[in-house]
């Protein structure tokens, strides 16, 4: 099965502006659903998933919760921007570049896949050379590719190999 494969060192040492990298969601104008795929990488590479969550805590809507893997999840409706988890998280875990009050949002171009496998969605086109690429993806943390949920594998340091944790 192909997934949307995002190697953020390479798209970060581009210095590419996200609205560069379009998108075709169909609900909304403008998207740039690239930003909400950084966001739930960071949740899944960088952030500590700490037991006793800072950023849950200093939530004062309550729209950042753990999932049963841990991983944090920030509900958007919930969320008003206020962008206290981010000076919460004491491991600095949290941009807010990608905290936005508008999220965008990635369906992954499934619909697309389903009627063409060799489908290039537009994040893939107009993103920087490999940065984005569709493909099957094999999971291989020691090389820093990690699956993200079942439409996303993401190239990324992570501290957990860092650590020695994996
Ligand atoms: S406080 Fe920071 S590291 Fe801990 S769970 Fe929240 S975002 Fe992750
Ligand atoms: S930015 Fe959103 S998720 Fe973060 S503390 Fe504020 S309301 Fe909660």
């Known amino acids: 099965m192909k997934r949307l494969y995002i190697d953020i060192p390479m798209l970060m040492n581009s210095n590419v502006n996200a609205e560069d990298i379009h998108c075709e969601y169909m609900f909304h104008q403008k998207n740039h659903g690239a ?14 998933q700490c ?5 849950i805590d200093a939530c004062p ?11 944090i999840k920030r509900y958007n409706m919930r969320c008003v921007g206020c962008k206290s988890c981010v000076l919460a998280c004491p491991f600095g875990t949290i941009f807010p570049e990608v905290i936005n009050y508008v999220t965008s949002k990635c369906d992954y171009c499934l619909n697309q896949l389903e009627q063409n496998p060799d489908y290039e969605p537009a994040c ?13 993806v094999v999971e291989d943390h020691k090389q820093n590719i990690f699956y993200v949920g079942n439409h996303l594998a993401v190239r ?5 190999n860092k650590e020695g944790k994996l």
Do not use: I
Not at 51 to 55: H, L, N, P, S, T
Not at 156 to 160: E, G, I, K, Q, V
């Open 61 to 71: 809507k309550e729209a950042l919760e753990h999932q049963e893997n841990r991983m």
């Open 35 to 48: 930003f909400s795929l950084l966001e739930v990488a960071e949740f899944s590479a960088y952030c500590r």
């Open 51 to 55: 037991k006793e969550a800072f950023c």
């Open 156 to 160: 990324t340091p992570s501290w957990l």
């Open 124 to 136: 893939v086109q107009t993103a920087p050379a490999n940065s984005f690429v569709m493909k099957e």
